[in-house]
């Protein structure tokens, strides 16, 4: 059974850093890309960014509203995901999904997460 | 920067044909994807590839693209398929974007 469970949200400071992780499993996690999409209380869907396959170089891309604040790493061994979040702002107040698109498969983002709630607060 | 279009909100009685627009600049060359979000829920598949249906997704669900404009349907409406949905594609950069989504209320 395919499954990603992000972790790591939480209550952060405005400038403040947190790093999520999105565990996967029921898959070769090594051959998908992993998105991450937030959500924001009451609104849509946002891409926030990506990090693709090892076959693909673990190329990055991020939204321009994260950019140089939000890194995207993975770590193949352990099947998981990271969002490095620096430099955080009261409008990333989200909850963030994690979730895949399995390299030459048409279906994308057929998996995600069930989300993890990120609030940035004084 | 690249920008997809939804109407905010479509409303349908059940049984009814309830039909989702998706507009883009860039959907004559590219691919639309639709998520179904219910409620305090995390977005589920429906369509991808413009009209093909995911294994589960009831055959209600139909998907089509034209020009510039993608459209997801739902023939027949129940009462379950009320939810936001939203489309995805990308654009000649490769920037992914999501749609703003649409509000479907079946009632």
């Known amino acids: 059974e395919v499954q990603l469970v992000e972790s790591g949200g939480g209550l952060v400071q405005p400038g403040g850093s947190l790093k999520l992780s999105c565990a996967a499993s029921?898959?070769?996690?090594?051959?998908?890309?992993i998105h991450w999409v937030r959500q924001a209380s009451g609104k849509g869907l946002e891409w926030v960014g990506r990090?693709?396959?090892?076959?693909?170089?673990?190329?990055?891309a991020y939204a321009a509203s994260v950019k140089a604040r939000f890194t995207i790493s993975r770590d193949d061994s352990k099947n998981t995901a990271f969002l490095q979040m620096n430099g955080l702002k009261t409008e990333d107040t989200a909850v963030y999904y994690c979730?895949?698109?399995?390299?030459?498969?048409?279906?994308?983002?057929?998996?995600w997460g069930q989300g993890t709630l990120v609030t940035v607060s004084s | 920067s690249y920008e997809l279009t939804q109407p905010p909100s479509v409303s349908v009685s059940p049984g009814q044909t309830a039909r989702i627009t998706c507009s883009g600049d860039?959907?004559?060359?590219?691919?639309a994807y639709w998520y179904q979000q219910k409620s305090d829920q995390a977005p589920v598949l429906v369509m991808y590839?413009?009209?093909k249906r995911p294994s589960g997704i009831p055959e209600r669900f139909s998907g089509s693209s034209s020009g510039t404009m993608a459209t997801l349907t739902i023939s027949g409406a129940q009462v379950e398929d009320e939810a936001d949905y939203y489309c995805?594609?990308?654009?000649?950069?490769?920037?992914?974007?999501f749609g703003g989504g649409t509000k479907l209320t079946v009632l």
């Open positions: 979730t895949r698109h399995l390299l030459g498969d048409d279906r994308v983002f057929d998996y």
């Open positions: 029921g898959f070769t996690f090594s051959d998908s890309a």
């Open positions: 990090i693709r396959s090892k076959p693909s170089g673990h190329a990055t």
């Open positions: 860039a959907l004559p060359k590219k691919y």
């Open positions: 590839e413009d009209s």
């Open positions: 995805y594609s990308t654009d000649s950069s490769g920037n992914p974007p």
